[in-house]
């Protein structure tokens, strides 16, 4: 369905100098917004869209574009005051026809009020994240964006510089922007922006050549490979696909973006573009929306949950100087200060967090014995790839992700991590996740918008520990009992 802002903002593109297929229909509804369909075959190859560089919303195409260089804003800051300064301009702005399309902000958890991100993330993976989020943009609000209406007050009215227009802003910029090129950096593509995400099963990809450099080194990530698209988009398919405006292009125009197909989708079907292979949270933090059974979700169990759980078992000096141990082994990452564990889609926990715990159960005299070795390869400089003598199993330094979990999946080692799990789930509050399924049953995917996404979210994080708990006890069934420690509260 066309509606009225649609029509108002084809005429906007066509004296722009946008072109598009006339086989890609504009669709608007109240439900799901704005999406693209084809109206007749569309063949991998087709160029579909073509978008002037100059007519998309940049730091350097907006009119504020000094007042952002001389205040230094650059990236994100920059985009951001580019888009409050073109819509403070209203019907004046030379992006009026592509503004009026953009909702007024989009509904991701940054925007959400302080206690709709406690009460419905409670427990995820957003709920710091977006905590912090708030925090941070909040600051970046005062300390360069108020400043910045005392230097200029004759051109920036403060109505569309307050807070809540620039958290508007950054949410349009987290779910909307490209990555144009070295020159425009970061900005709004109109047209390019309409096309709603599917993760992992794109119909079309948004490419870029660089006007600094055309050669393929410079090519980021989406910028189609010369060759291909010279084989598949003749002058024969630009002339059928793309709408007669009277802008001509050349194949090696780097003043145009393009939208060509990767795959060929009948007529009638939704033509999706892709954000990236992103979980839910990634999704939700975003672009503010979820995907049932994402393949690619994961949970985190921090260290902070590992302590707690290791508390209940070990003195606190054993349970410091296990993970200094591990840390000293080579197997936390780079920040001590955020260390995590992931939980794949599939209940698999990282290789690192069963070494930890491996290390927690070890007997004392091999605790000791590993202790002894560690100090003394290190003060001999030994190189990370020497292999380390563990509880029966040789240990590579470093190469964790290569090795077998099955072995090392002792009874214990089960048994801990079915109470990390239990752990993990009592974040989520009293709720249990069969709560969460009826409330989602009940829950409108249009009117509850971020209920259902956060519900979502919840239900495909506690399904993952679920799964976790299936691993832990599936594991413990085909291994043998270890030999390790009887005696488990240790005090030194
Ligand atoms: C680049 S825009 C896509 C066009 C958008 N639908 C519109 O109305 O303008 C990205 C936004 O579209 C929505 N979106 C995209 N893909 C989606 C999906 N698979 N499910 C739900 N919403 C989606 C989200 O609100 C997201 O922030």
């Given at each position: 369905m066309a509606t009225r802002r649609l029509r108002a903002f084809k005429r906007w593109m066509k004296s722009n100098g946008f072109e598009w297929s006339n086989a890609l229909e504009f669709v608007d509804t109240l439900e799901q917004g704005i999406s693209v369909k084809a109206l007749c075959q569309m063949n991998e190859g087709d160029v579909v869209a073509k978008m002037p560089k100059q007519a998309c919303l940049t730091i350097n195409t907006s009119g504020a574009c000094d007042i952002i260089e001389n205040a230094c804003l650059g990236g994100y800051l920059g985009l951001a005051v580019a888009i409050m300064y073109e819509r403070s301009l209203?019907?004046?702005?030379?992006w009026a026809g592509y503004l009026?399309?953009?909702?007024?902000?989009?509904?991701l958890p940054l925007v959400w009020t302080l206690d709709e991100v406690s009460c419905l993330?409670?427990?995820?993976?957003l709920q710091q994240t977006v905590q912090e989020d708030k925090a941070l943009v909040y600051e970046d609000w005062k300390e360069n964006i108020l400043p910045l209406l005392d230097s200029e007050p004759s051109r920036l009215n403060p109505t569309f510089f307050g807070v809540e227009q620039y958290f508007a802003a950054k949410s349009l910029i987290s779910s909307r922007s490209f990555e144009i090129?070295?020159?425009?950096?970061?900005g709004m593509v109109p047209l390019a922006d309409l096309f709603n995400h599917k993760t992992g099963a794109e119909d079309v990809h948004f490419t870029a050549l660089s006007s600094n450099d055309e050669s393929d080194d410079d090519?980021?990530?989406?910028?189609?490979?010369e060759e291909a698209l010279a084989e598949n988009s003749s002058m024969d398919k630009t002339e059928k696909?793309?709408?007669?405006?009277e802008y001509s292009v050349t194949e090696?125009?780097?003043?145009m973006l393009e939208m060509v197909m990767i795959k060929d989708v009948s007529s009638g079907a939704e033509v999706f573009n892709t954000?990236?292979?992103?979980?839910n949270a990634a999704l939700l933090h975003r672009y503010g929306f979820t995907e049932q059974d994402n393949a690619y979700d994961i949970v985190n169990i921090d260290m902070e949950l590992v302590l707690q759980w290791c508390s209940s078992l070990f003195s606190d000096r054993h349970s410091r100087s296990s993970i200094s141990l591990w840390r000293r082994l080579g197997y936390?990452?780079?920040s001590e200060n955020s260390e995590y564990f992931e939980v794949s889609f599939d209940g698999e926990p990282q290789i690192e967090l069963i070494i930890l715990l491996h290390i927690m159960f070890l007997p004392v005299d091999v605790y000791h014995k590993l202790d002894l070795s560690v100090a003394v390869a290190g003060n001999r400089h030994e190189s990370s790839e020497k292999t380390t003598f563990l509880n029966g199993n040789i240990f590579p330094h470093?190469?964790?992700?290569?090795?077998?979990?099955k072995p090392l999946m002792t009874k214990e080692i089960c048994t801990a991590l079915l109470s990390l799990a239990d752990i993990r789930e009592?974040?989520?509050?009293?709720?249990s996740m069969e709560d969460d399924i009826e409330a989602l049953e009940r829950?409108?995917?249009?009117?509850d918008r971020k209920l259902y996404h956060s519900l979502v979210l919840r239900i495909s994080e506690r399904k993952i520990i679920q799964k976790l708990r299936n691993y832990a006890s599936k594991s413990c069934k085909i291994t043998k009992p270890s030999s390790a420690r009887k005696k488990l509260k240790r005090t030194a």
């Open positions: 209203g019907e004046d702005s030379p009026q399309l953009l909702p007024q902000q989009e509904s993330l409670c427990g995820t993976e090129d070295d020159y425009h950096g970061f090519a980021d990530e989406g910028i189609v490979d696909g793309v709408s007669n405006t090696d125009d780097t003043s954000y990236g292979l992103l979980g936390s990452g780079d470093s190469n964790g992700t290569n090795m077998s979990k009592s974040l989520y509050g009293l709720k829950c409108s995917f249009v009117g």
